[in-house]
């Protein structure tokens, strides 16, 4: 069974930075996909960047230019650094990966991670 687990995260002022990283483990043949995601108190998870394993990133456009998605995939982890945070930014960040395992697909989760933009 795969498993992610999420480091990094807490509060920090408006403008400062942050790093999430998240580590996957299990019998893990490939992963195709990892994103990370958020959602706020009283909204719904979003998408907030992804990178494929063939190097192709995406970001929401409310973190375009703020935030980079980065991945290594021989150690089968993705980072997220997060610039010019302010308050909307605060969240659970949640990351997501999905590939292929022991023959089968998989979809897996981390924990979430509290980040908390406040002066």
């Known amino acids: 069974q795969v498993q992610l687990v999420e480091s990094g995260g807490g509060l920090v002022q408006p403008g400062g930075s942050l790093r999430l990283r998240c580590q996957a483990s299990?019998?893990?043949?490939?992963?195709?996909?990892m994103q990370w995601y958020r959602q706020a108190p009283g909204k719904q998870r979003e998408l907030v960047a992804e990178?494929?394993?063939?190097?192709?990133?995406t970001y929401a456009d409310s973190v375009k230019g703020r935030f980079n998605i980065s991945r290594d995939n021989i150690l089968n982890t993705v980072t997220l650094e997060m610039n010019s945070l302010n308050a909307e930014d605060t969240a659970v960040y949640y990351c997501?990966?999905?590939?292929?395992?022991?023959?089968?697909?998989?979809?897996?989760w981390g924990q979430g991670n509290q980040v908390t933009v406040s002066s």
């Open positions: 997501r990966a999905d590939g292929d395992e022991r023959g089968a697909g998989f979809s897996a």
């Open positions: 299990g019998s893990i043949f490939s992963i195709y996909r």
């Open positions: 990178e494929f394993s063939f190097g192709r990133k």
